[in-house]
């Protein structure tokens, strides 16, 4: 299986099991960048032009050129690369040295690092884990005003046609059914004599 370095280092993995997480087995978050080319010291050991046998073939220029295929996607990220299919005859790449791809690793890992001890110590973060983690109580006064006030709801507005919860659903008055009478606030309907 190819291994694609841009997409295994440095990246942040999501998974509630830790042990899992360790293992590098979550959610990845593939949107965060690993590399970080912002180098001053960064140059090319050397350019490659692509042959009819290295034709959309990253992985085989990268093992030819760098020693190892795990670099293809370093090279490609260099060279503005984002389809390996995009690779034709003749395109000049250019050839980091592993040490200086591993450079660009470094040199991003440490931004992560500062940035993630950074947010870590802010007074807005250590008062946000503070509220999570306070257990909220309810007070007894509390809780008798909103017992009285659930059990003493003002009533719902709702259309016409719709009675209120709780209200009956019909009425009987002698030989006569009425479906919902508190709806209309009409009462009962009462029987045409012809």
């Given at each position: 299986?190819l291994e694609?370095?841009?997409?295994?280092?440095?990246?942040?993995?999501?998974n509630p099991n830790e042990?899992d997480?360790?293992k590098s087995?979550g959610i990845w978050?593939?949107?965060?960048?690993s590399?970080?080319?912002?180098?001053?010291f960064?140059?090319?050991?050397?350019?490659?032009?692509?042959t009819?046998?290295?034709?959309?073939?990253?992985?085989?220029?990268?093992?030819?050129?760098?020693?190892?295929?795990q670099y293809?996607?370093s090279?490609?990220?260099v060279?503005?690369?984002s389809?390996?299919f995009?690779?034709?005859?003749g395109r000049?790449?250019?050839?980091?040295?592993?040490e200086m791809?591993?450079?660009?690793?470094?040199?991003?890992k440490?931004?992560?690092?500062?940035q993630?001890?950074s947010?870590?110590n802010?007074p807005?973060?250590?008062?946000?884990?503070?509220?999570?983690?306070?257990?909220?109580?309810?007070?007894?006064?509390?809780?008798?005003?909103?017992?009285?006030?659930?059990?003493?709801?003002?009533?719902?507005?709702?259309?016409?046609?719709?009675?209120?919860?709780g209200?009956?659903?019909f009425?009987?008055?002698?030989?006569?059914?009425?479906?919902?009478p508190?709806?209309?606030?009409g009462g009962?309907?009462?029987?045409?004599?012809k």
């Amino acid at each position: 299986m190819l291994e694609i370095d841009t997409l295994s280092v440095n990246k942040r993995i999501f998974n509630p099991n830790e042990s899992d997480q360790s293992k590098s087995i979550g959610i990845w978050d593939l949107t965060q960048a690993s590399v970080n080319y912002n180098i001053q010291f960064m140059n090319s050991r050397k350019v490659f032009r692509v042959t009819s046998d290295t034709v959309m073939r990253p992985d085989l220029i990268s093992l030819y050129q760098i020693g190892d295929s795990q670099y293809c996607g370093s090279m490609m990220k260099v060279n503005g690369i984002s389809n390996p299919f995009s690779i034709d005859e003749g395109r000049l790449l250019f050839i980091l040295s592993p040490e200086m791809i591993r450079k660009t690793y470094d040199k991003k890992k440490d931004q992560i690092s500062g940035q993630s001890t950074s947010q870590q110590n802010t007074p807005l973060d250590n008062l946000k884990k503070a509220q999570e983690d306070k257990v909220f109580k309810v007070s007894p006064g509390r809780k008798n005003f909103l017992d009285k006030t659930i059990k003493n709801k003002p009533p719902l507005i709702l259309p016409p046609n719709v009675s209120q919860p709780g209200d009956r659903k019909f009425a009987r008055k002698g030989n006569v059914f009425t479906f919902a009478p508190d709806a209309g606030k009409g009462g009962f309907n009462k029987p045409l004599n012809k």
